[in-house]
């Protein structure tokens, strides 16, 4: 009977130590998506500064003037990326594909606190006329801010007029004409 008992005390530690293990393992695995999402849902603009502008007129008209950043001693140059490669593309786009210039209400970029913040330094925040947003990281390699990508899957529409200012998002998404 004894070593029955001194069975279940190594079955039962044994045990409890493979939980603690898969449950460091899940961590580790699912702590940077979380910690994505709650930083970019629930981002506190009071602890950064925080700047509004008016966009100068596009390409294209927009109904689309309300871009805020919640950064603290952004370059200007930098900042001139982030509109070219990310806020008018995502306006244009959406401006096209609901043929309503109103339809992006406003666009929030701020400090990227996810997994990789060398990558990914700004999180954007697009809020839109139904009230659904699109919530993404702003990536950045060798210095430059990568273009912002429709996420439209495999059937993208493009309209032309999208087609020859965005070649680069082109060139990576896939050609499909906008009736």
């Known amino acids: 009977m004894n070593n029955y008992k001194n069975l279940w005390g190594i079955f039962t530690l044994a045990m409890t130590g493979i939980l603690i293990s ?16 709650a930083s970019a849902a629930y981002s506190d ?17 927009t109904g689309f003037e309300h871009l805020s950043y919640h950064l ?15 806020v008018r593309p995502l306006v244009d786009y959406y401006t096209d594909i609901h043929a309503d210039p109103d ?24 809020v839109f006329k139904t009230g659904a947003s699109e919530t993404f990281p702003i990536s950045r390699i060798g210095g430059q801010i990568n273009y912002w990508l429709p996420k439209c899957g495999s059937k ?24």
């Open 72 to 86: 603290d001693d952004l370059d200007p140059a930098l900042q001139t990326q982030i509109e070219s490669a990310i």
């Open 22 to 37: 898969l449950g460091a393992v899940a961590l580790v695995i699912f702590h940077p998506f979380n910690h994505h999402r």
């Open 45 to 61: 603009p009071s602890s950064t500064s925080s700047a509004s502008l008016t966009l100068p007129p596009s390409p294209t008209p």
């Open 103 to 126: 339809y992006v209400k406003s666009i929030t970029i701020s400090k990227y606190t996810g997994w990789d913040p060398i990558a990914y330094p700004f999180n954007a925040i697009a």
């Open 156 to 179: 993208c529409e493009f309209s032309e007029a999208f087609k020859q200012r965005y070649p680069q998002i082109i060139k990576q998404v896939g050609e499909q004409k906008l009736p």
